[in-house]
Nanobody, 121 residues
Framework: QVQLVESVGALVQPGGSLRLSCAAS????????MAWYRQVSGKQRELVAA???????HYVDSVKGRFTISRDTGNNMVFLEMKSLKAEDTAVYYC???????????????WGQGTQVIVSA
């Protein structure tokens, strides 16, 4: 059974930092590009960052230089380190996996519950 479980989110002040983690089970972690997505209510879910099995990373322009994605293949975990957070980073964040995600391909697995990140003073 596939499970993607994101860590608990938080309320963070602008300029603050937060690290998200995602535990993946029931998938072949090695062959998947893993990614973080986010969704604001009423808007389409967007790809934020992705990391291939070989460690190549990709970021949406709005988070470049502030967010870092990483993965622990041995433990089927993927992380998103977020720094210099802005109000516009407020969203529900999800992890998922698949191939050609940075080309707009659909994710391979059912979505988890996501985690709410609120950036506000």
């Amino acid at each position: 059974q596939v499970q993607l479980v994101e860590s608990v989110g938080a309320l963070v002040q602008p300029g603050g930092s937060l690290r998200l983690s995602c535990a993946a089970s029931g998938i072949d972690f090695r062959i998947n590009t893993m990614a973080w997505y986010r969704q604001v209510s009423g808007k389409q879910r967007e790809l934020v960052a992705a990391i291939s099995g070989g460690g190549d990373s990709h970021y949406v322009d709005s988070v470049k230089g502030r967010f870092t994605i990483s993965r622990d293949t041995g433990n089927n975990m993927v992380f998103l380190e977020m720094k210099s957070l802005k109000a516009e980073d407020t969203a529900v964040y999800y992890c998922n996996g698949g191939t050609l995600l940075t080309k707009g391909a659909r994710v391979r697995y059912p979505w988890g519950q996501g985690t709410q990140v609120i950036v506000s003073a």
